[in-house]
């Protein structure tokens, strides 16, 4: 069995407890405007070339190499270490890889997942298996506005609902985008969903411009976003923790 | 240069300066201030006598004794316009063990000496009595009562308190400077010096604070002639402080003293004097979270060196157990035996580039038609020019050293100078540099030419000798194939392996003059100085650019992925050497993450790494240094096994810490 990534990274921070490697699967069925990992919206390996440089997006690795892959690091997932699935959507990877998430869960390594939940149910299901903690996006709630990221907002709420009945661990994470997420409506929606869905933690961040090169390489251009003031920023934190919920910026 | 000598010897004094022209030559390349009052100086003086003590005596009788202000509370002059002569190469890069002089009294010393060699008898005697009569001289002339009460029972009693105890390691510290020696390591202090702190605070003889403030003073009159101190660069003193470690039954052992020292180091924010922790598994979490601390503020230290991979290496080697777990290093890394040897650590570079050219130079290649082969005949150029080396090294004569001989067992003991093999242990160290550029270098081959056959090696060499020009595609290339250095990939791990084990076995059987062996390691200083107009190489190295440094990567690969592959090296047999693994950190990847990355460093040992040592600075910050040095005066920068400020390096050397800076963060 074979999957196409982007990349494997080792030594990340962020991506959940401890030390980490990330996994960064191609195909993504949303459209976030700010994404900021263009190269893995589509699912097929991508080549391209822009000025003088040619390169290619993705490459296909077989299960058993990508175990090897996540494995080199082992010593390093001591401390709830692991590694952890991110995208474009992983979990639309799932049905697929389920050979290897049972050797990893045999092995002891901690498994997180970095997803947008808008996928059909039957993949969560597989998912809450094996994954010990989702880090899951919060974007658009607000149903008038889904389509702006190919969204589908009652499917959504249905897995999350999902993951709680199931005590699953959840972080949620809110992509600070004044014009999509941070609308009145949107943030209204959004405390009422934090209320109703108690996570461990939220994180909220602002999205960075780092992939604008990535792109340009795939001949578009990534929109401009207005700022997010500090202010802003305290604000939203403070609403969160209202609820009794622990709050977290993420400079990423 | 002895012709010279033996015309000048008649006389008691000589005006020869091979010492103080090395000095001269460092400042006027640096600071042209200080040069000013070397030049001017008349009162240049060296003392030669054939007999070694009477020399010391004859020195001692005329440096300098400065005045110390009330306020000061060590006595610590060097006066580097007068020494001793030294036609041969002086013992230097090493660490006396500095607890005789606090459970002796010079008395002491004195009487351990026997009558069974003359020669060396009447040589110590008068080295000792050389010491006495400076310290008659600084008694006489200072008026700060407590500092004379210090010096003077130099003479006839052990040390009672920490501020006694570090007068005296400062008091023969001097000496050994005064005395042409370079590169002096300073040891253990936290070990050696708790019992008397321990007493200190237990007697109410001083508080804590007051000890911390006594410490701080110490390591701020170490620092004193720093520029004068340096060997190469700025900053490269050899003074090196080792804190923490195992101990023989496999315990790890670190006291207030570790803290305190790392905590000043944070605090002072000095490149010199510099401190090295030995770390383990077994070490406390929160002396790992105080060390990163002080790196964090960029200074470069403590280096780390992992008792869990070093200690075995020495045991196999052949170091008996008691002095392995009081092991030190020489002035950057190579590990050495504190106090029980001669061992010059860094006698020479072992530059694996060099046999690997000369093939290219001298073979006919187009036969050749595997990485197998290629290596086969690599290994024989490598033979020869490591074969060359050591007959090299076998011409070296060393120095008498009366001082010395004192401080290093087993010199006085079997009443033999360390010059003519008194010491313990003999060995005598190689550094090695540019193994990553061999090795990437093959795996190019392997890869365009045998694998993939894109042209032949013939060809391949041409564009090379042609330093690449018109070939940028190629040369890019090159420089990012994906088998390399730094990567925990079996091939990659395997071609070093078999290039290092190879070059133990050609210095295995050799013997130096003195009875000891020979042992490399694969860090060394000279990534910059070998590399001067060498010849373009197979890595994507062009003409004239630096090798790599230590054990680095050239790409923007994970810290994970460069521990896991310096792990996999094989440290065994005569391999130790000195192996630093060497990255760069932005302060603010730290700061981001501080607990995880205090994890990493602690798995890191687990994991198996030999030594390690980091950068912790931004490129942004080291362009706007280059640019306006006078805006960042005190910026400190790690270079190769010792921590300067930016302003002094070379600008070679400041290009290529900004390159490796760059390089790290382009992976974000
Ligand atoms: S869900 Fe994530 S990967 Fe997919 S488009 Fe949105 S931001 Fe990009």
């Given amino acids: 069995m074979k999957v196409v990534i982007s990349n494997v990274q080792r030594f990340c921070l962020k991506d959940g407890p401890g030390i980490r490697t990330t996994v960064f699967f191609k195909g993504c069925n949303l459209r976030c405007p700010w994404c900021c990992n263009p190269e893995n919206i589509k699912f097929d390996i991508e080549n391209y070339e822009y000025k003088e440089e040619k390169g290619v997006y993705g490459y296909e690795i077989s299960l058993d190499d990508l175990e090897k892959e996540i494995l080199k690091d082992k010593e390093y997932y001591e401390n709830d270490g692991g590694v952890t699935f991110s995208g474009g959507e992983c979990l639309l990877q799932f049905n697929k890889i389920e050979p290897l998430l049972i050797n990893l869960k045999e092995k002891g390594i901690n498994i997180c997942v970095e997803t947008a939940l808008t996928v059909p149910t039957e993949t969560v299901d597989i998912a809450m298996k094996y994954v010990d903690e989702f880090i899951v996006d919060i974007k658009i709630l607000d149903e008038k506005s889904e389509h702006k990221v190919n969204g589908n907002v009652t499917l959504y709420k249905e897995n999350v609902k999902k993951l709680f009945d199931n005590n699953s661990k959840v972080i949620f994470r809110i992509p600070l985008v004044p014009e999509y997420t941070m609308t009145k409506e949107n943030m209204k929606e959004i405390i009422k969903f934090l209320e109703q869905y108690k996570a461990e933690k939220v994180e909220i961040f602002k999205i960075h411009r780092l992939g604008e090169k990535k792109y340009k390489t795939l001949g578009k251009e990534m929109q401009e976003f207005l700022e997010v003031s500090n202010n802003e920023i305290e604000e939203m934190i403070g609403k969160i923790e209202d609820l009794g919920i622990k709050a977290e910026y993420c400079n990423i | ?668």
Avoid at chain 2, 26 to 38: Q, R, S, T
Avoid at chain 2, 141 to 155: A, G, H, L, T
Avoid at chain 2, 415 to 429: F, M, R, V
């Fill in chain 2, 1 to 668: 240069m002895k012709d010279k000598i033996k015309k000048i010897i008649g006389k008691k004094k000589i005006f020869y300066c091979k010492h103080l022209r090395n000095i001269k030559n460092k400042v006027y390349e640096n600071d042209n201030k200080i040069l000013g009052i070397i030049k001017s100086s008349k009162n240049a003086k060296v003392y030669y006598n054939k007999n070694k003590g009477i020399e010391l005596k004859n020195l001692l009788k005329n440096v300098e004794i400065q005045n110390v202000s009330t306020d000061n509370r060590f006595y610590y002059n060097i006066d580097f316009f007068k020494t001793i002569c030294s036609p041969h190469t002086v013992f230097g890069n090493l660490c006396i063990d500095y607890s005789i002089i606090l459970e002796n009294s010079l008395e002491d010393l004195k009487s351990k000496l026997d009558k069974s060699s003359q020669e060396f008898y009447e040589n110590e005697l008068y080295t000792i009595e050389a010491m006495e009569l400076l310290i008659d001289r600084i008694i006489n002339k200072i008026k700060n009562e407590k500092i004379i009460e210090n010096i003077s029972n130099i003479k006839n009693k052990k040390a009672s308190t920490l501020y006694e105890a570090l007068q005296r390691i400062l008091f023969i510290n001097m000496l050994l400077w005064q005395t042409n020696h370079r590169l002096n390591g300073l040891g253990r202090l936290d070990k050696i010096l708790i019992k008397y702190y321990d007493n200190d605070i237990k007697n109410n003889i001083i508080t804590k604070r007051e000890a911390r403030e006594l410490i701080k003073e110490f390591l701020l009159e170490l620092h004193r002639f720093y520029k004068i101190k340096s060997n190469v660069l700025l900053g490269d003193t050899g003074q090196i402080i080792e804190l923490g470690g195992k101990n023989i039954d496999g315990r790890y052992e670190c006291n207030e003293l570790t803290y305190i020292f790392i905590e000043l180091m944070e605090e002072l924010k000095l490149p010199d004097p510099k401190v090295l922790l030995r770390v383990s598994k077994e070490m406390p979490r929160d002396l790992m979270k105080v060390s990163l601390k002080c790196i964090q503020t960029g200074i470069g230290c403590p280096l780390f060196a992992n008792d869990d991979v070093i200690i075995d290496r020495l045991k196999d080697f052949g170091y008996e157990e008691d002095d392995v777990y009081n092991y030190g290093t020489s002035a950057c890394w190579e590990p050495y035996l504190i106090g029980k040897s001669s061992a010059q650590n860094n006698i020479k570079s072992l530059t694996f580039m060099i046999p690997f050219n000369d093939m290219f130079e001298k073979e006919n290649l187009s036969k050749v038609s595997n990485t197998e082969e290629l290596l086969k005949i690599y290994k024989k150029y490598l033979k020869n020019y490591i074969e060359k080396i050591i007959d090299e090294i076998k011409e070296v004569d060393f120095e008498k050293d009366t001082l010395l001989s004192l401080f290093i067992d087993d010199c006085v003991k079997n009443s033999t100078d360390i010059a003519d093999g008194g010491a313990k242990y003999n060995d005598l160290g190689l550094t090695g540099v540019g193994l990553a550029n061999v090795v990437n270098s093959i795996c190019n081959i392997e890869e365009v030419v045998f694998k993939n056959k894109e042209m032949s090696l013939e060809e391949l060499n041409k564009i090379r000798k042609e330093n690449f020009d018109d070939n940028n595609e190629l040369l890019k290339r090159l420089k990012n194939t994906t088998n390399r250095y730094g990567k925990d990939n079996e091939y990659v791990v395997k071609i070093a392996n078999e290039i290092i084990r190879f070059a133990s076995d050609v210095m295995k059987d050799r013997r130096n003059k003195l009875g000891g062996k020979y042992k490399f390691g694969l860090s060394s200083p000279n990534y910059i100085m070998a590399s001067k107009d060498f010849l373009a190489s197979f890595d994507g190295r062009k003409v004239g650019e630096p090798f790599a440094v230590h054990i680095s990567t050239d790409t923007s690969d994970a810290y994970t992925e460069l521990m896991e592959f310096a792990s996999k090296l094989d440290y065994k047999e005569n391999r130790f050497n000195g192996n630093v693994v060497d990255f760069f950190v932005t302060p603010n990847f730290i700061n981001d993450n501080f607990e995880k990355f205090v994890d990493f460093l602690m798995l890191s040992i687990k994991v198996g790494f030999f030594e390690m040592q980091m950068n912790v600075v931004s490129s942004e910050k080291l362009i706007e240094a280059r640019k306006n040095p006078e805006k960042f005066p005190n910026l400190v920068v790690r270079v190769w096994g010792f921590s300067a400020y930016f302003k002094d390096l070379p600008d070679e050397y400041k290009d290529y810490l900004i390159e490796r800076a760059l390089k790290n963060e382009s992976s974000n």
